[in-house]
């Protein structure tokens, strides 16, 4: 299975800046498609997508985050990065690193797999 690590969460105050990791134990394949995302999870709320990075270079990113965060990869495609600024302590939450391999191909099999998690704090 494919393990993903979050890192690069810590406490921050209002308004400043965190730059979140995500590195992947497997690397992808150039016969497949996939989509790296980050979602996050604040007590008692529902886990929420926060943006998404697609093989052909697409970016999605939810609307409270827009023009704030930034969502990007290495050369290797083997660690996708979320550069956060502008930080609200609604911004709060612990934040996972997605992976998912699309259905293009016999070969490319679907699958979903999770990191661990990293926490954000942002204090007022």
């Known amino acids: 299975q494919v393990q993903l690590v979050e890192s690069g969460g810590g406490s921050v105050e209002a308004g400043g800046s965190l730059r979140l990791s995500c590195v992947a134990s497997?690397?992808?394949?150039?016969?497949?498609?996939?989509?790296m995302s980050w979602y996050r999870q604040a007590p008692g709320k529902e886990r929420e997508f926060v943006s998404g990075?697609?093989?052909?270079?697409?970016?999605r990113y939810a609307d409270s985050v827009k023009g704030r965060f930034t969502i990007s990869q290495d050369g290797a495609k083997n660690t996708v990065y979320l550069e956060m600024n502008s930080l609200k302590p609604e911004d709060t939450a612990m934040y996972y690193c997605?992976?998912?391999?699309?259905?293009?191909?016999?070969?490319?099999?679907?699958?979903?797999?999770w990191g661990q998690g990293t926490q954000v704090t942002v204090s007022s």
């Open positions: 497997v690397r992808v394949s150039v016969f497949c498609k996939y989509t």
């Open positions: 997605k992976r998912d391999r699309h259905n293009s191909s016999a070969w490319c099999t679907t699958y979903s797999y």
């Open positions: 990075l697609e093989t052909d270079g697409n970016t």
